[in-house]
């Protein structure tokens, strides 16, 4: 039960790129409910992701502990704010009034994260304001930008997605390897959060409900 819980939340572009046709999602449905099956879709997945989740520590499955401790919904959520967080040089720069109250509104409390300079003073370099500035531009000038979040969720997810994944590489093995595994596979894209932002805010999300017990 506890492996398939954990293969219930791989993502099923990595069975679609275990094979050249890649395996039916009817039979990745049924092989979760199986131990046969479970030990198939595991040999499926690239080692070099398995190797950091599964291997053997003592005391404990590593991979059950990291699933446990970091269930979907909080890697989407502590992805969604690390992205609002690479992005606050262009958020704190933004003063249009539409795309203000469509920030304010589409991020609720994410949107003071980005704000806050207690978590990340936003100084980058020359290059990287650039790149986010263009990559911000491009955004607020689609025109969906304003009716659309999913197209505002797509650039912080991926960002996010990318700052959480590096940072968990050097720190946090399993974690980045479970994040790669629910995520899908990802073209990286270049990181530029400091290491204590990304730890203060992974830790406010690992602590979530131990500080509201």
């Not at 446990?68 to 040089?89: I, N, S, Y």
């Not at 290491?195 to 509201?212: C, F, G, Q, T, Y």
């Given at each position: 039960?506890?492996?398939?819980?954990?293969?219930?939340?791989?993502?099923?572009?990595?069975?679609?790129?275990?094979?050249?046709?890649?395996?039916?999602?009817?039979?990745?449905?049924?092989?979760?409910?199986?131990?046969?099956?479970?030990?198939?879709?595991?040999?499926?997945?690239?080692?070099?992701?398995?190797?950091?989740?599964?291997?053997?520590?003592?005391?404990?499955?590593?991979?059950?502990?990291?699933?446990?401790?970091?269930?979907?919904?909080?890697?989407?959520?502590?992805?969604?704010?690390l992205g609002v967080l690479a992005c606050a040089p262009v958020i704190r720069a933004e003063v249009r009034r539409?795309?203000?109250?469509?920030?304010?509104?589409?991020?609720?409390?994410?949107?003071?994260?980005?704000?806050?300079?207690?978590?990340?003073?936003?100084?980058?370099?020359?290059?990287?304001?650039?790149?986010?500035?263009?990559?911000?531009?491009?955004?607020?000038?689609?025109?969906?930008?304003?009716?659309?979040?999913?197209?505002?969720?797509?650039?912080?997810?991926?960002?996010?997605?990318?700052?959480?994944?590096?940072?968990?590489?050097?720190?946090?093995?399993?974690?980045?390897?479970?994040?790669l595994l629910m995520r899908g596979i990802e073209a990286d894209c270049a990181t530029h959060l400091p290491e204590?932002?990304?730890?203060?805010?992974?830790?406010?999300?690992?602590?979530?409900?131990?500080?509201?017990?």
């Amino acid at each position: 039960m506890p492996l398939q819980a954990l293969l219930a939340d791989v993502h099923p572009a990595w069975y679609a790129a275990g094979g050249e046709a890649g395996f039916d999602p009817q039979l990745v449905a049924r092989a979760r409910s199986s131990a046969l099956g479970q030990r198939l879709l595991l040999r499926a997945l690239p080692p070099s992701v398995m190797d950091g989740l599964l291997a053997p520590r003592p005391g404990g499955s590593p991979h059950l502990s990291t699933q446990r401790r970091w269930p979907r919904e909080r890697v989407l959520a502590l992805v969604r704010d690390l992205g609002v967080l690479a992005c606050a040089p262009v958020i704190r720069a933004e003063v249009r009034r539409e795309p203000v109250r469509w920030l304010r509104k589409v991020l609720g409390n994410s949107y003071l994260l980005a704000l806050d300079r207690t978590v990340w003073d936003g100084r980058v370099d020359r290059a990287v304001q650039a790149r986010l500035s263009s990559e911000w531009e491009a955004l607020v000038a689609d025109p969906r930008f304003l009716s659309d979040p999913a197209l505002l969720g797509a650039l912080l997810d991926r960002r996010g997605d990318a700052e959480l994944r590096a940072w968990a590489a050097r720190r946090n093995r399993p974690l980045a390897d479970w994040t790669l595994l629910m995520r899908g596979i990802e073209a990286d894209c270049a990181t530029h959060l400091p290491e204590k932002a990304v730890l203060r805010v992974a830790s406010h999300h690992e602590n979530h409900d131990e500080d509201a017990a």
